[in-house]
C-alpha cells in the first residue's frame, strides 16, 4: 500500500488534504481513483489507514479510516557522516533511514572532499526528499532529522551534550569490537561516526576520544565508508532498536 507522509495541518478531523505535489503522483503516476486505499503518516508516529475520496487533477482528499502507532526503533540513532560524493552520502542517507537511522548530521573532516560547510547546505532539499520518500518506502513512522552542517570538532561537542552511547568505527582500533561492546552495554540513544574515504587523522581520533566516543572495529577488512555506515547502524539496530 502506498504510504504518504503530510503535514499535521492536513489531516483535518477525520479526512485528509493531500498537497499538490502529492495529488500529482497520486492522480497522475500512480492512477488511483476514489475508493482505493494508501497509508497516511503525520511523522509524529501515527500512522492512519486512509480511503481516497476525491481523486483528479491537483485536487485529492481521503477519509481515515483506521488510526494506530506506527514502527519505530526503540532506540534513538544519529548518524554523523563526513561528507562525500554525492552518490555516496545520498546512499547512506537513503540505506541508514532504512536500517532505523532517526537523525543524520553531516560533517567537515580535515579529509572529506567537501570542506565548507556551505556548499553542502544547497543540497539540503534534494536530502530532505530522500529521506522522506526512503521513510515511506521502508515503513518508517517518522521522517529522520537532518541537522546542519558541523565542522567535526563542533559535531563531537554536540554528540557529548545530547547522546550517552558515542561510538567511532576506526580501522586503527583492534582490540574492542563493535559486537562484544554493543553486547556489554545497552543505550537509548546512540551516535556513530563515520569519517571520510581516507579516514580519520591520528589527531581527529584522539579528540573524539577525549570527547567520550569510544573506537571499535567492525572486523578484519577495511570497509568502504557507506558499507560501514549501514554496518554499523544495522548492528546497532540489531542489538538494541
Not at 489531516?11 to 499538490?20: C, M, S, T, W, Y
Not at 574515504?197 to 567520550?212: C, D, H, I, L, T
Not at 569510544?214 to 540489531?238: F, H, S
Request: with cysteine.
Amino acid at each position: 500500500m502506498n504510504r504518504f507522509f503530510v503535514e499535521s495541518q492536513a489531516i483535518q478531523a477525520d479526512n485528509v488534504v493531500f498537497n499538490d505535489q502529492q495529488a500529482r503522483q497520486i492522480w497522475r503516476v500512480l492512477r488511483m481513483k476514489p475508493g482505493d486505499q494508501c497509508i497516511v503518516l503525520d511523522n509524529l508516529g501515527g500512522e492512519m489507514t486512509v480511503e481516497l475520496a476525491s481523486c483528479k487533477e491537483g485536487i485529492c482528499t481521503g477519509r481515515i479510516l483506521e488510526r494506530k502507532r506506527a514502527s519505530e526503533p526503540a532506540i534513538r540513532l544519529l548518524m554523523i557522516l563526513a561528507l562525500t560524493q554525492r552518490e555516496k552520502f545520498e546512499w547512506m542517507l537513503q540505506k541508514c533511514t532504512e536500517v532505523g537511522a532517526g537523525a543524520f548530521l553531516p560533517v567537515v573532516t580535515s579529509r572529506t572532499l567537501v570542506q565548507s560547510p556551505a556548499d553542502a547546505m544547497g543540497k539540503y532539499e534534494r536530502w530532505g526528499t530522500i529521506l522522506r520518500e526512503a521513510a515511506e518506502q521502508c515503513g518508517r513512522g517518522r521522517i529522520p532529522e537532518l541537522l546542519p552542517v558541523m565542522e567535526l570538532d563542533d559535531a563531537v561537542r554536540y554528540a557529548g551534550k545530547e547522546y550517552k552511547t558515542r561510538l567511532l568505527p576506526w580501522e586503527g582500533e583492534r582490540r574492542s569490537h563493535i559486537k562484544e561492546y554493543l553486547r556489554g552495554n545497552s543505550s537509548a540513544n546512540t551516535v556513530v561516526l563515520i569519517g571520510p574515504e581516507g579516514g580519520f587523522s591520528e589527531e581527529e581520533v584522539a579528540f573524539a576520544v577525549k570527547a567520550g566516543f569510544t573506537p571499535v572495529t567492525l572486523g578484519e577488512r577495511i570497509l568502504r565508508m557507506e558499507t560501514a555506515a549501514v554496518v554499523a547502524g544495522a548492528l546497532v539496530m540489531y542489538e538494541w532498536g
